[in-house]
């Protein structure tokens, strides 16, 4: 491999650096002639919906309505790589995990189910029949089943897929459905209906194109959500402020060339994005917004004093809102000093953002996992609700809360009911729909799933998509601890590292991707959907399958549940497997105030949106009102020690080249840095403080007190535009150093964005040349 290098990079978002980025990927996967045929379904009505990230697929799509990231993830899927019996045969297990997650994925497409054989250390061909008959075998012998077996899965798995899913493990006879919305927006299922009475955000398009002030925390949309750059650059052409926070200065949040328009490509016309950029603290947030509140607050009085116009929605406060007397006492104690300390910002910084807000008249917020992987992730993330509900921008055209979901349907998954929490799906109405008693237990979520696995309380782990032990803290322990269970099926497109960890009995269980064609017995099936933003889209494959051995998720589900469960002939798993349709009826029957007419519905442009109670102004709380929450601390972390200045923050970051553990290659090219990912972001302060060099080699360990070592050798020191005492590195290589313990109080969403480490120097190992560096 190239040397790695680090150069600041001066263009803007999108741009030629993305042209140029896709045209790699596509000759590099040899798929330079189909993948572009292909993008012309790229979110279109009666096409298929984006592989990668969740952003909302519009009504009237672009001519090309995909984004550089959309066109990896697409080619990445449709590659020309097959990853066949005959490299099983070649390399054992022991020798594959020494690989990394972009070599092992760039093998291709898995093209036969696998057994796992302990005896060459190797996985072989088995037939579908055998390989469902010894599973269900096993899940059958697992003695307890409500704690016994976990079903994972990963948020691609369409609405069928993910309700044939419960459903089974409900049948079967737990909750324990973690899916990867544990480790990402679970903070928000959680903060959002306490707040405001629904699971997930209140914005439409439409919004974006009404908005006069829109507000950015801890969401990379260059990276994630590239499409979402479109309307951003709409409303900076209006003039609408956008308003940053993020330790990192990214580069879609500053600037930004649409690759699409020739115009602007062959000008080299740029957009800016963000009017105010205000660099917090990893971890600030919380200090942050209660600063902005606190100066909203502030200028209301000094208004109200001077017989001016209130400031704040004294009306929408009234009939609305519950708590908003106690927050007001509170931020009225809140001392400046402390909230700058905390937030690394100047009082005037926060007073500015006050100001542009008390201005506008309909304010989005957009936020990301910067607020979500914290310990005091749910508080902040009502913090940001409680600065919108001060000036009634909730329920109102142009104003709301904008989570950015991450996987393409993992919103919709947890619609459908793919959820430990038995009280947010209709348990009664399932188990007479099915004629059976659901289970009531909470199930595990993916750190309860963990800590079971350590406990080796768990037999049988079922990995439905995704790259489980390979997304979760604490690698040093977990992959260990994967080995001793007695049974773990991969359900999976690219081989990755959770497959290459196999407890007694193991499979690897290759299937359609979305973008293929699905043909059963009752012909070609299509499958459905949810956007970020509540919309349900019909998806119709393409593509020849990668392999004549693929078998589509809702048949796998259903032939396991087959072969597993009593029969009941109220659940008719050979229908659903024939015809999806069917599927749908059943999500119709349970959930039909989102999902009546859903045949139809969900081949409508734009797709359907599902009923918003809160943009209504409905709020389906406790109290029948949002709640404005008041924090009970200002902490941003309990579990971080306080003293020693050689503590950092660390913050585990996606680059632009990977969509989570799937690493497309090794450059991060916004950030400027090519050929590596074993970097560590520093600021130069704190460089020359910790006597380092750039360049250099360091190790990375966890301050942790339960006794374990925690540490990641082998990153090189980039000088970076990054506040004092934050690093940067990426993830999944540093989830080596999160504690499975260190995550969201009330969601148990891994704090991913705030892990205490300290850095050492290895003296022996400076690289030569110094090489060239950034920023700083
Ligand atoms: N191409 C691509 N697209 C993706 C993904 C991908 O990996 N690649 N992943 C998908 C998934 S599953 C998800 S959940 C989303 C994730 O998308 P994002 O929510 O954007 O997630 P991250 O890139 O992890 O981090 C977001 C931003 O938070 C900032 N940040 C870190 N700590 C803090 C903090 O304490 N405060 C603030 N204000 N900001 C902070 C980081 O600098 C970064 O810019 O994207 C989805 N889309
Ligand atoms: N340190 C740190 N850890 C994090 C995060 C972080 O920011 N920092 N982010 C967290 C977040 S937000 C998330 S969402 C999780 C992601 O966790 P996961 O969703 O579990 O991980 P992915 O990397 O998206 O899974 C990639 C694998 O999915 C399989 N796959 C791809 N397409 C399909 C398909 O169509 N069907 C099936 N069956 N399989 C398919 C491929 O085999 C591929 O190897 O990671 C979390 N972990
Ligand atoms: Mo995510």
């Known amino acids: 491999m190239s040397k790695p290098t680090f150069k600041p990079y001066r263009r803007p978002s999108g741009g030629w650096g993305s042209a140029l980025s896709v045209g790699n990927i ?47 993830a697409v080619a990445w899927e449709l590659t020309a790589h097959r990853c066949t019996p005959a490299f099983f045969a070649e390399h054992t297990v022991t020798e594959l995990l020494g ?16 057994r796992y054989d302990a005896d060459s250390d190797k996985y072989v061909p088995v037939s ?11 899940l059958r012998a697992v003695e307890d089943h409500l704690k016994g077996t976990v079903f994972y899965s990963s948020g691609r798995l369409s609405n069928e897929g993910s309700y044939l899913y419960q459903l089974f493990a409900r049948l079967y006879g737990n909750n324990n459905l973690p899916d990867s919305s544990n480790m990402c927006h679970e903070t928000t299922s959680v903060a959002l209906p306490i707040s405001i009475g629904q699971d997930i955000g209140t914005i439409s398009l439409d919004d974006f194109a009404k908005s006069d002030c829109i507000l950015f925390f801890g969401q990379n949309p260059g990276s994630n959500s590239p499409r979402m750059l479109h309307p951003l650059q709409e409303a900076s052409r209006r003039g609408v402020p956008i308003i940053t926070y993020n330790p990192l200065r990214e580069r879609g949040l500053e600037r930004f060339t649409n690759p699409q328009s020739t115009a602007e490509m062959l000008l080299g016309q ?26 909203v607050l502030a200028a209301h009085d000094a208004s109200r004093e001077a017989g001016g116009p209130a400031i704040l929605d004294e009306a929408f406060i009234a009939e609305h809102t519950h708590g908003f007397d106690t927050f007001a006492a509170w931020l009225r104690v809140q001392e400046w000093d402390e909230l700058e300390r905390r937030s690394g910002l100047h009082r005037a910084d926060l007073e500015a953002t006050a100001t542009v807000y008390a201005g506008a008249h309909a304010v989005v917020a957009v936020y990301g996992m910067g607020l979500t992987q914290h310990q005091a992730g749910v508080e902040t993330v009502q913090m940001l609700v409680n600065l919108l509900l001060m000036r009634g921008n909730m329920g109102r055209s142009g104003a709301g809360i904008c989570p950015v979901r991450g996987h393409s349907n993992v919103q919709g998954q947890r619609t459908v009911g793919i959820t430990e929490k038995p009280e947010l799906f209709p348990l009664d109405r399932l188990g007479e729909q099915f004629g059976f008693e659901p289970p009531r237990e909470a199930g595990y979520n993916t750190v309860e799933a963990c800590e079971a696995i350590l406990k080796d309380e768990v037999r049988a782990f079922v990995m439905l998509g995704g790259n489980f032990v390979r997304a979760i803290p604490d690698h040093g322990q977990m992959e260990p601890a994967w080995r001793r269970l007695r049974l773990t099926v991969n359900v999976i497109t690219k081989l990755n590292r959770s497959a290459l960890l196999p407890g007694t009995v193991s499979y690897i269980l290759p299937v359609l991707g979305r973008l293929e064609i699905d043909e059963t017995e009752a012909g070609p099936q299509v499958l459905s959907m949810e956007d970020t933003s509540a919309c349900v889209h019909g998806n119709r494959g393409l593509r020849k399958p990668a392999s004549p051995h693929l078998i589509s998720e809702n048949r796998l589900i259903c032939e396991l549940a087959l072969r597993t469960l009593a029969p009941n002939p109220r659940v008719r798993w050979t229908d659903y497997m024939r015809d999806y349709a069917e599927i749908r009826k059943e999500i119709a029957y349970t959930l039909p105030e989102s999902f009546w007419d859903y045949e139809r519905r969900m081949w409508e442009p734009g797709g359907f949106q599902r009923d918003l109670p809160a943009k209504r102004r409905e709020w389906r709380t406790e109290t029948g009102r949002a709640t404005i929450v008041t924090p009970k601390a200002l902490d941003e972390d309990a579990d971080m020690p306080a003293v020693g200045h050689d503590v950092l923050r660390l913050m585990t970051l996606r680059s632009n080249d990977q969509f989570n553990t799937t690493v497309y290659g090794y450059d991060d090219r916004f950030r400027g840095i090519n050929n590596t990912r074993k970097v560590v972001l520093m600021n130069r302060s704190d460089i020359d403080r910790l006597r380092l060099k750039v360049g250099q080699a360091v190790t990375l360990k966890t301050v942790a007190d339960d006794g374990i070592d925690r540490r990641l050798p082998g990153l090189l020191v980039v000088a970076y535009d990054i506040p004092i005492g934050c690093i940067g590195g990426y993830y999944p290589e540093c989830n080596v150093l999160m504690p499975i313990w260190h995550y969201a109080i009330g969601s148990k969403t891994p704090a991913a964005k705030m892990i205490p480490v300290t850095i050492h120097s290895e003296d022996a190992r400076v690289l030569e040349p110094q090489l060239e560096h950034a920023g700083g």
Do not use: M
């Open 26 to 72: 596509l000759r590099r996967e040899g798929v330079l002639a189909s993948v572009p045929v292909a993008l012309t379904r790229h979110n279109k009505v009666d096409g298929y919906r984006c592989n990668s990230c969740a952003w909302i697929k519009p009504a009237s799509p672009l001519p090309f309505e995909f984004c550089e990231n959309g066109v990896k």
């Open 99 to 114: 690989w990394d997650e972009f070599q092992l994925e760039h093998t291709g497409r898995l093209t036969h189910p696998l």
């Open 128 to 138: 579908w029949g055998h390989a469902l008959d010894e599973i269900a075998g096993e």
């Open 270 to 295: 740029e957009t800016r994005i963000s009017s105010q950029y205000h660099q917090v603290k990893a971890g600030g947030d919380l200090a942050a917004l209660a600063g902005i509140c606190k100066a």
